[in-house]
């Protein structure tokens, strides 16, 4: 192997960085008008250039996105966002189970009145570990933050093609018509899935805390809505597909559960908590010291996205300009290739994601970075960048051959 193989990877995804110019900013983006000195010390002793990570003009959910950037096509990969939300909260998975994603709720004359119950804490009403057995198929449930409860059904012959049981909007009639195809499968999945919803409307709505919820006039639940079932599957881990130990750094459950999908270890870092209040230190900090442990060390940021869907273009701005600083450290290392880039643009004036292209940036040793004339970070001056115009599926690539880890294609 060649003998710059010593170095290692820092994957470092700011969720929804990218946007478009606001008005407010001169017509700069968040980005552009920030103060990122330590990103702009990459951008120019780095390698730039914008990326889609599905496609051009493309507007990727975050789920899809990360997969994609850690090699994996979605089309092969992706069944639903139920799997990653339940390996997300520390649940284990077997091929072939189904995972939802799950919220306590309220109904009143078969109508949804709350789709969240008024937040209530799920951890009151749900065990911390429940089983439910109906036929051959075994459910089991665990709490998750606020009115959320992830749900496995584990059996024979069911499928995730099925649509929601919670029909996102109030005033409607939990769906209980699920399938979506007419095969066996989605038969049996559409009958236990509303036996267990019965059961568990049941369970929940007798629990004492809501019948006392429910005489003192406070938020109450008495209904279990599903939505985002997805069918696990055995995927070979980074560890097969490209020979890296990885591990994940991230606040936000999501991206724990795709990391964990792909079989990175998930590492917990005090004070990461994906809001505004997370500690960036303290994770770039871990990062650097897992480069220890591990050949990839991904860092997931998420709240400028958060702050993109609800509008607040100065919050951003801020946020980012906290990530810069968190960056310093990294900028000391002599061994680390790092990555830095989003995962979909987020435009504040749209507060969604959109397909826009993102900036990226690609920093290492300066023997082993082909440089461009890149000066600054950003959604602009990217675009002059020496990578050119990318898709996600060609970061791991990318990162694999300036660590010295690609493997040689022929002879
Ligand atoms: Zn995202």
Not at 138 to 143: D, H, I, N, S, T
Request: a neutral charge; glycine letters at 10%.
């Amino acid at each position: 192997m060649e003998k710059n193989n010593k170095n290692k990877i820092i994957l470092i995804i700011a969720d929804g960085i990218g946007d478009r110019p606001i008005k407010e900013l001169e017509y700069k983006t968040p980005l552009e008008a920030a103060n990122t000195p330590n990103l702009d010390r990459m951008a120019k002793e780095g390698i730039n250039g914008t990326m889609h990570t599905v496609d051009r003009g493309i507007r990727p959910g975050s789920d899809i996105a990360h997969l994609l950037i850690f090699g994996y096509p979605y089309r092969k990969y992706y069944s639903g966002r139920g799997v990653f939300e339940v390996l997300g909260i520390g649940m284990e998975l077997h091929h072939g189970d189904i995972a939802f994603r799950g919220n306590l709720a309220t109904v009143e004359g078969g109508k949804i009145v709350d789709r969240r119950a008024g937040r209530m804490e799920s951890s009151l009403i749900i065990p911390k570990k429940m089983t439910v057995e109906i036929e051959d198929v075994k459910f089991c449930l665990k709490p998750g933050s606020l009115h959320r409860v992830a749900v496995i059904m584990r059996g024979n012959g069911l499928t995730s093609n099925i649509q929601d049981i919670d029909p996102h909007e109030l005033s409607a009639e939990p769906r209980r018509k699920i399938s979506l195809d007419s095969s066996p499968e989605s038969e049996k999945t559409e009958r236990i899935v509303n036996e267990f919803i019965d059961y568990m409307s049941d369970f929940i709505s007798k629990h004492p805390e809501n019948v006392k919820r429910k005489k003192e006039g406070k938020p109450y639940s008495n209904f279990l809505l599903l939505r985002g079932a997805g069918k696990h599957m055995d995927v070979p881990p980074l560890s097969e597909k490209y020979h890296l130990k990885a591990c994940c750094i991230s606040g936000g459950g999501l991206y724990k559960g795709i990391a964990k999908y792909v079989g990175m270890d998930i590492i917990e870092v005090e004070g990461a908590t994906g809001k505004l209040d997370t500690d960036l230190n303290a994770k770039i900090k871990e990062a650097i010291h897992q480069t220890k442990n591990y050949d990839l060390v991904f860092v997931h940021m998420k709240f400028a996205d958060s702050l993109s869907e609800v509008g607040d273009f100065k919050g951003k701005k801020e946020f980012i300009e906290r990530i810069d600083k968190s960056l310093a450290p990294i900028l000391e290392m002599d061994n680390v290739i790092v990555f830095f880039s989003g995962d979909h643009s987020t435009p504040c004036k749209l507060q969604a994601h959109s397909g826009d292209p993102l900036p990226a940036v690609i920093w290492g040793p300066k023997e082993m970075i082909q440089t461009d004339k890149v000066e600054r970070f950003g959604e602009r001056p990217c675009q002059e960048g020496g990578m050119g115009h990318f898709n996600a599926l060609n970061i791991m690539h990318k990162l694999l051959n300036i660590s010295g880890k690609q493997k040689l294609l022929g002879a």
